[in-house]
Each structure stands twice: as structure tokens, then as C-alpha cells.
């Protein structure tokens, strides 16, 4: 017996020694993921019983898990086996600090919507606190539903990008131009001061992508187009505006310009690889061939096109015409109300359907495609993010199929689109951080977050001389 016990220590050793001389010959990484990987690469490989390997905030490594755990050692792993992981969504399209304002005047068009409460409301209340509690509150909601990175327009968009920043999230994030004293700058040239130094500020930010956002062309001068774009240029940064949302722009337009919205912008020289257009409904054939000519990323935002009854965008032509088309939010007060990007992927598939009267119309692959690689590619952003590859951010999600709607799956992308909600999201990471494990969120104080909502709702309701 003790001779036995003494050989069998032996090899223990012999083995150990051999894992430990392996080990030196394995790369070092600092997190594992494991589980059934949709890369969304260019083959839409999936690995059903796949991993990631991931280094500071960058994916190095990518396939079966087999091949990745034996060819690298590591600090901290997530075995997600049998749920998916994804590339984190991308909400092309929002006003995030607007989620203060949620649910404050619904039910009415968009003109009425925006002079009559919004606008107003916006002048007694929003400060730069205003703003910061409201981002808090919807980071919060963004990674409970699966987004990493979100594109946003409003004003002090400096505090949105610092808590954006402090939360670990990605963000390209616009300071909003507008022709009348907004919240936070009161003439035009306040605008482009402030802009310009925000501008600055987060140059070379591996998180925020700062941007300019003159708002539309029905509130914004061909000079301020002109001039925001120009500082944009300036910095390389994004321009962020809304484009073709409503028929009365088009018909304004083709009054005042001789032209369609599209067209406007491509002759003021607006239109170019930084732009990303938000909701572009009322484009025609030459609109989507100049827009994909001018690689200006669309954002189709069906929640809010619904809700405000602004109309259906050509998402299958513009997609066919080689448009970068990405899917939004937008709101999330008036037009949504909500920021769960899960939820536009369903909507979008199926008022695609209903308006063409052909399930084939828009499917669940190109939805999942929308809320990720094709919603990075919108937002010039798809060499960074949008897929699971080597090389790229690692912003990834966790999606459980454990719950009755989970169950069974036949095919990922319809349970995607049509059957997984929100709260399937179980972790989120983003840069290689978790933001959220296990459905607890780890950057964001979303109590103290949803207390001051009930706070502003509160004072912003007597602003208004409401109950
Ligand atoms: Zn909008």
C-alpha cells in the first residue's frame, strides 16, 4: 500500500510538473469567456461551444474553447457554457438625459411634442445636474438591456461623457447645436466655444468618441450646419444629426431648398464618412444612393417612428442600396419610452414586415445585424466594435437561455430577435470590464439613480404647473 502511495505521489508530481512546464509555454491572458459565441464576423461563425480570450481591453483570441483554454493560462474566468455571448448592442440614436423626462407629455405629433413640452420643460429644468442624474439612470437601464456603446445628442454633453466615462461605457456622445438659447449655451457662438473645448478634452479617449450634433435641419441654419460640421472636421470627429425624420422637414425642404433633406445637406457639404444620420424616412431612391455614396451611416429608430407616427423608413432599400443601417432608441421621453435595444430589433423586423405586407421583408439575422455589427458600421465605428474578433474591444454579452422564453432554441438569431427580452441579459463587459455580473451592475449606483428620478419628477411636474 505505502509503496502504491508513493508512486502515485510521484505522478502526481510528474503530472503537476508537466501542467506547470506547459504553463510557461501558455500566453497569459487576463479573462476567459466561455459559451456559445455569435462572433457577427464577417461569416457569422458561431461556436457553440466556444471562448474568447481577452488581454487589458482587447479581444486576442477567438474559437472553440478547447483550443483557447489549452493554449492560454488565466486570471479570471466566466463560464457562460450554454448561454450565448454576443457582441454588445449599439443604440445608434438617443438623448439619454432625457430619460428624466420620460413619460412627461405622450400622445401628441411631433412638431406639438417638441415646441409645445419639450422645448419648454427643457428651458426651466435641464442643468448640468439634470443631466448627470439622467445619464446615471439611463446607463443603468442601457446595460441591464445589453448595450455597450450608445450614440447621444443633448446638451452638457461634457457631464454625459464624464459619467459615461466613470461608468465604463462607450459613447459617441454629441453636443447638441440648435438656432435658439438651449439649456446650456445661449447663442451660437457659446455652442461652438463650448463644443470646441469638449472637443479637445476627450481627444484620443479610449471610450468617448466626443461629436457635434446640430440637431436638424429645421432647427439649425445652413450656417450652423456649416459651422459645426467644420469644427467637427476639425477634431475628426463625428457629426451626429437628424435627418429626414418627419414630412414636414420634406416638404419644408423641397419649399425653401428646392430639395429633399438629403440632397440639402450633400449640397451644403454636410454629408460624408463621419456623419450618422438619425431615422432618414423620407429618403428616395437618389437620397439612399447618395447616402451610401457619401458613407454616411443611418439610424432606424422603429419604436419612436411608431410612436410619433413620423412614418416607416426604406430599411430594406437602404440596406439594399449598401447603407449602413443601425438601429436606435431615440427618446427615451415622448418617442419610446424605453432605451432596451432589444426590443428595436423585434419592432424593426416586424414593421418592416407589416408595411411591405411580406415576412420576408426585413428577417431576424439582419435585425441581429442592425443592433450590432451593421450599428457599429453606422456609427464608423465597426473597426473597434460590432463584432467578436481578434483585435477588436472587448465589449461583450451575456444572454441566458434558461428562462421559459428561452427555450428551445432552433435558431439563435429568431430567439434574438423575437423571443429573448432584456432581462435575459445576464453580464455585461465592456473594454474588457465587467459592468454587470450576474445581473448586478458594477459602475453605476442605479438606487441613488432611480431615488432622484422621483426627485425630478417631482420639480419638473411644479415647473410645469402640473399635479
Ligand atoms: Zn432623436
Known amino acids: 500500500m505505502k509503496v502504491r502511495s508513493v508512486a502515485r505521489i510521484a505522478m502526481l508530481v510528474a503530472v503537476v510538473s508537466v501542467l506547470a512546464c506547459g504553463q510557461s509555454t501558455e500566453q497569459r491572458v487576463d479573462t476567459i469567456v466561455s459559451g456559445i459565441v455569435v462572433t457577427m464576423d464577417a461569416e457569422r461563425r458561431i461556436y457553440n461551444d466556444g471562448a474568447i480570450a481577452i488581454s487589458g481591453d482587447t479581444i486576442v483570441a477567438i474559437g472553440p474553447r478547447a483550443e483557447i483554454e489549452a493554449k492560454y493560462s488565466v486570471r479570471e474566468t466566466l463560464d457562460a457554457r450554454g448561454k450565448l455571448i454576443l457582441p454588445g448592442f449599439v443604440n445608434g440614436h438617443t438623448h439619454v438625459p432625457m430619460t428624466l423626462l420620460r413619460g412627461l407629455h405622450d400622445d401628441v405629433t411631433l412638431n406639438d411634442w417638441l415646441y409645445k413640452y419639450i422645448f419648454p420643460a427643457e428651458a426651466k ?20 438591456s445589453g448595450v455597450t456603446t450608445f450614440a447621444d445628442m443633448y446638451y452638457f454633453e461634457d457631464a454625459v461623457a464624464e459619467e459615461t466615462k466613470k461608468a465604463g461605457m462607450r459613447g459617441v456622445l454629441g453636443e447638441t447645436f440648435i438656432d435658439f438659447p438651449a439649456p446650456d449655451n445661449k447663442t451660437n457662438a457659446a455652442m461652438l466655444a463650448y463644443t470646441e473645448k469638449y472637443l479637445q478634452k476627450w481627444q484620443g479617449d479610449p471610450l468617448i468618441h ?81 447616402l451610401a455614396a457619401k458613407q454616411v451611416g443611418c439610424v432606424h429608430n422603429p419604436s419612436s417612428n411608431m410612436m410619433l407616427a413620423s412614418g416607416v423608413a426604406p430599411v430594406p432599400e437602404e440596406r439594399g442600396a449598401g447603407v449602413a443601417v443601425g438601429l436606435g432608441t431615440d427618446g427615451p421621453a415622448g418617442s419610446n419610452n424605453d432605451l432596451d435595444l432589444m426590443e428595436e430589433m423585434d419592432l424593426a423586423a416586424k414593421l418592416a414586415k407589416i408595411t411591405k405586407m411580406s415576412p420576408l421583408a426585413l428577417g431576424a439575422k439582419a435585425v441581429v445585424e442592425m443592433a450590432t455589427i451593421d450599428g457599429a458600421r453606422a456609427l464608423h465605428m465597426e473597426k473597434e466594435i460590432g463584432s467578436l474578433e481578434k483585435g477588436k474591444k472587448a465589449d461583450l454579452i451575456v444572454i441566458s437561455l434558461d428562462e421559459p422564453n428561452g427555450v428551445p432554441v432552433y435558431d439563435i438569431y429568431a430567439a434574438l430577435a423575437y423571443a429573448l427580452k432584456a ?26 439613480a432611480i431615488v432622484k428620478a422621483r426627485e425630478y419628477k417631482k420639480s419638473v411636474a411644479a415647473s410645469l404647473g402640473m399635479e
Open 210 to 290: 466626443a461629436a457635434a450634433a446640430p440637431h436638424s435641419i429645421y432647427t439649425c441654419s445652413q450656417k450652423t450646419l456649416q459651422d459645426s460640421a467644420a469644427l467637427a472636421r476639425k477634431y475628426h470627429a463625428p457629426i451626429l444629426i437628424h435627418v429626414a425624420e418627419m414630412k414636414k422637414e420634406l416638404d419644408d425642404s423641397l419649399k425653401n431648398n428646392g430639395a429633399t433633406p438629403v440632397q440639402y445637406l450633400d449640397r451644403i457639404g454636410l454629408l460624408g464618412p463621419d456623419v450618422v444620420a438619425a431615422h432618414c424616412i423620407f429618403v428616395d431612391e437618389a437620397d439612399r444612393k447618395t
Open 125 to 144: 429644468n435641464v442643468n448640468e445636474d439634470f443631466v448627470r442624474w439622467g445619464t446615471r439612470l439611463a446607463l443603468a437601464e442601457q446595460i441591464r
Open 423 to 448: 432581462n435575459d441579459v445576464e453580464s455585461v463587459m465592456i473594454g474588457g470590464r465587467f459592468v454587470m455580473k450576474d445581473h448586478k451592475l458594477q459602475t453605476v449606483d442605479e438606487e441613488a
